[in-house]
């Protein structure tokens, strides 16, 4: 079955970073894509980067323009979230997603299986 499991969160300072990983099981990851998405506290679950398996084609939420990078590691069916220069405002749980297709979205309604989330805490 399908299984995604997110690793890499926790505490860090502003100006910090962190990578976090979502290793990817039981689908083939060819047809699918892969989004980040977070969730703080009392607010609504909101895209951060997403990116195509089979091109390795990306996007990012203005958010996470110039700090983020997402990327792949086929060998390992592995998806990475490398966060540079972090601000408390980047405080959340971090969830990945996947959803069948060759095109970019950043809605959470168009992906069909997610991880169990990973907490970062971005403090002094």
């Known amino acids: 079955q399908v299984q995604l499991v997110e690793s890499g969160g926790g505490l860090v300072q502003p100006g910090g970073s962190l990578r976090l990983s979502c290793a990817a099981s039981g689908f083939n990851l060819g047809y699918y894509g892969i989004g980040w998405f977070r969730q703080a506290p009392g607010k609504e679950r909101e895209g951060v980067a997403c990116i195509i398996w089979s091109s390795g084609s990306t996007y990012y939420a203005d958010s996470a323009k110039g700090r983020f990078t997402i990327s792949r590691d086929n060998g390992k069916s592995t998806v990475y979230l490398q966060m540079n220069s972090l601000k408390p405002e980047d405080t959340a749980v971090y969830y990945c997603?996947?959803?069948?297709?060759?095109?970019?979205?950043?809605?959470?309604?168009?992906?069909?299986?997610w991880g169990q989330g990973t907490q970062v805490t971005v403090s002094s």
């Open positions: 997603a996947t959803r069948r297709g060759n095109s970019l979205s950043m809605r959470t309604r168009d992906y069909d299986y």
